[in-house]
């Protein structure tokens, strides 16, 4: 069974800064690229930002590069997202997710198979 452990979301000050981590269970770490879709009210699930747990290749969305950070640690399975200068903007859900596709060229390609449950970052003025 495949299985989500994420962490991290919550309330900060635009200018701020949070860490997500996700630590997924019940398939190879390795085979997937992981990382995280958002979706904020009213607007369609994006995503953000990937990670391919193989080789380290990393995606970015546009509006967070320079911004955000993602990293894996393949000895505790775990894939972090640091959240640097949040920008109102960035206020959604952000649903860890993984993929196993092998021929991502870019993060719009990105599907996702296995979803998290997702957790809040909501940033204020």
């Known amino acids: 069974e495949v299985h989500f452990v994420e962490s991290g979301g919550g309330l900060v000050q635009a200018g701020g800064s949070l860490r997500l981590s996700c630590t997924p269970s019940?398939?190879?770490?390795?085979?997937?690229?992981i990382g995280w879709f958002r979706q904020a009210p009213g607007k369609e699930r994006e995503a953000v930002s990937f990670?391919?747990?193989?080789?380290?290749?990393?995606y970015y969305k546009d509006s967070v590069k320079g911004r955000f950070t993602i990293s894996s640690d393949g000895a505790k399975k775990t894939v972090y997202l640091q959240l640097n200068s949040l920008k109102r903007e960035d206020t959604a859900v952000y649903y860890c997710?993984?993929?196993?596709?092998?021929?991502?060229?870019?993060?719009?390609?990105?599907?996702?198979?296995?979803w998290g449950e997702g957790t809040l970052v909501t940033v204020s003025e």
């Open positions: 990670i391919s747990s193989s080789n380290g290749r990393t």
């Open positions: 019940g398939f190879t770490f390795d085979d997937y690229h």
């Open positions: 997710a993984a993929d196993s596709n092998s021929l991502i060229k870019d993060i719009t390609t990105i599907r996702g198979e296995y």
